[in-house]
């Protein structure tokens, strides 16, 4: 099987089956799935069938090609100065199957009536040759993400029950696979070249395998702010809250169990002077799915802050949430340490309160446990497209005076979903 190189073109996107001519000609058969849902497969896996041509007319052809192809493609729109819409589309892997010349007919002529039949055989990737990602990128990392294989997305998705599944994804981005089975030929023109006579395409979902990544920057993520009496009133201090990234979510095709993780955000509180530390009240937790699009290549990750000026720069980003849990943490107590009390570092990574008057800190543990009823995906960057995932923590707490507004503080933290190798295919 050969490889084509990365093709970035703008125009429309390919649909679940493209046929020229006449649509009864081709059929392709995907051996060992279901009917009711789009075939879904993974890194290492075989996909074999089998294409059927059953020709009306007698076809004169040069060769059959069999393909199994990956396509994106992104559109932005802009009103800046006026309104206008910007897509693109890459094919970023095109295998082919090789066709014995004794798998054909003799003098190239398909007889009407006539039944043929081509196997073939394809294994699912696990990285991209490197010229289906040529643009500029920033590092090797950036690199190295935008090689391995990208999940479908924006596609149909349909679970075993046989309902849409909803895979947070807008309309204005799209990952596809699908096997292309084409009859190639001449047309009846005077030294016309080849050409396609028919061709059919069906549409296949890819969920590769995702191992877990390190941290894009710095692991710790932390925010301070002035806790005050009351609306209009003196400070009672500063409260700073940390949390590093948590182990990620683990999605699997072999089991339909929630994904769930552990998460552990830190507190500390330098009192202004003698204060107690405010009361706990409830922790909101929220799993945030934000896909990011371009119709130019990504040089880095993509972030909230470079994808601000989307129109100009053409680029996307989209966001949706699902809400985890709400625990109650009035329970959790604070410690008190003394300025001659040493504190982990590896616990609360820094600190702006005074080393000569006490603090308090608290750890909250919380079970992440995400519910059903969305397709997700593992976290994946490729040229054009980027899925990533964030948990919000939002911390509400009471002060000795009655407030109109429950103050509260939030942090938002990246997560991983990873994909787990089948056992039977793990390298």
């Known amino acids: 099987m050969a490889a084509a190189a990365a093709l970035f073109t703008s125009g429309s996107f390919f649909l679940n089956q493209i046929t020229r001519k006449s649509r009864s000609e081709i059929v392709i058969d995907i051996s060992?799935?279901?009917?009711?849902?789009?075939?879904?497969?993974?890194?290492?896996?075989?996909?074999?069938?089998?294409?059927?041509?059953?020709?009306?007319?007698?076809?004169?052809?040069?060769?059959v090609r069999i393909s199994f192809q990956g396509s994106s493609k992104a559109s932005v729109e802009s009103e800046s100065p006026i309104r206008t819409v910007r897509s693109t589309q890459h094919t970023f892997l095109s295998l082919h199957q090789p066709i014995e010349e004794t798998a054909y007919p003799k003098a190239r002529v398909f007889k009407s009536g006539h039944v043929y039949r081509f196997p073939f055989i394809f294994v699912i990737p696990e990285y991209l040759l490197p010229q289906a990602c040529s643009h500029t990128k920033d590092?090797?990392?950036v690199e190295n993400a935008h090689l391995s294989l990208p999940s479908t997305i924006g596609d149909s998705i349909v679970g075993a029950d046989g309902k849409r599944l909803d895979d947070m994804c807008p309309d204005t981005c799209q990952i596809a696979y699908y096997i292309r089975a084409s009859i190639m030929g001449r047309s009846l023109a005077h030294n016309a070249s080849t050409t396609v006579l028919s061709s059919v395409t069906t549409k296949i979902r890819i969920m590769p395998?995702?191992?877990?990544?390190?941290?894009?920057?710095d692991p710790w993520i932390r925010k301070e702010q002035d806790v005050r009496?009351?609306?209009?009133?003196?400070?009672?201090?500063?409260?700073?809250?940390?949390a590093s990234q948590s182990k990620p979510l683990q999605l699997s095709l072999e089991s339909d169990t929630n994904m769930s993780t552990m998460a552990t955000v830190h507190l500390r509180f330098d009192p202004v002077e003698n204060e107690q530390p405010p009361r706990l009240d409830t922790l909101q937790i929220k799993l945030k799915?934000?896909?990011?699009?371009?119709?130019?290549?990504?040089?880095?990750?993509?972030?909230?802050?470079?994808?601000?000026?989307?129109?100009?720069?053409?680029?996307?980003?989209?966001?949706?949430?699902?809400?985890?849990?709400?625990?109650?943490?009035?329970?959790?107590?604070w410690a008190k340490y003394s300025s001659a009390t040493s504190i982990c570092r590896e616990t609360l990574p820094t600190s702006t309160g005074s080393i000569t008057t006490p603090y308090y800190t608290a750890s909250i543990v919380v079970p992440i446990t995400i519910p059903k009823g969305k397709a997700f995906l593992p976290t994946f960057h490729s040229c054009l497209i980027?899925?990533?995932?964030?948990?919000?923590?939002?911390?509400?707490?009471?002060?000795?005076?009655?407030?109109?507004?429950t103050p509260s503080t939030s942090l938002r933290v990246p997560i991983q979903i990873a994909c787990q190798r089948q056992m039977d295919k793990a390298y």
Request: aromatic share 10%; with cysteine.
């Open 209 to 217: 395998a995702v191992d877990e990544e390190p941290p894009w920057e």
């Open 289 to 333: 799915a934000s896909t990011y699009f371009a119709v130019v290549p990504w040089n880095g990750f993509p972030t909230d802050h470079n994808t601000l000026i989307t129109g100009s720069l053409g680029r996307g980003v989209y966001t949706e949430t699902v809400p985890i849990s709400s625990p109650c943490i009035s329970s959790v107590k």
């Open 139 to 141: 590092s090797l990392h």
């Open 229 to 242: 009496k009351g609306l209009m009133r003196g400070k009672l201090g500063r409260l700073q809250v940390a």
């Open 386 to 405: 980027s899925r990533v995932y964030f948990l919000d923590f939002n911390i509400s707490y009471q002060t000795p005076n009655a407030n109109i507004l």
């Open 32 to 63: 060992n799935t279901n009917s009711k849902c789009l075939p879904c497969f993974t890194t290492a896996d075989q996909i074999e069938g089998t294409v059927t041509i059953t020709p009306d007319h007698d076809i004169s052809f040069d060769e």
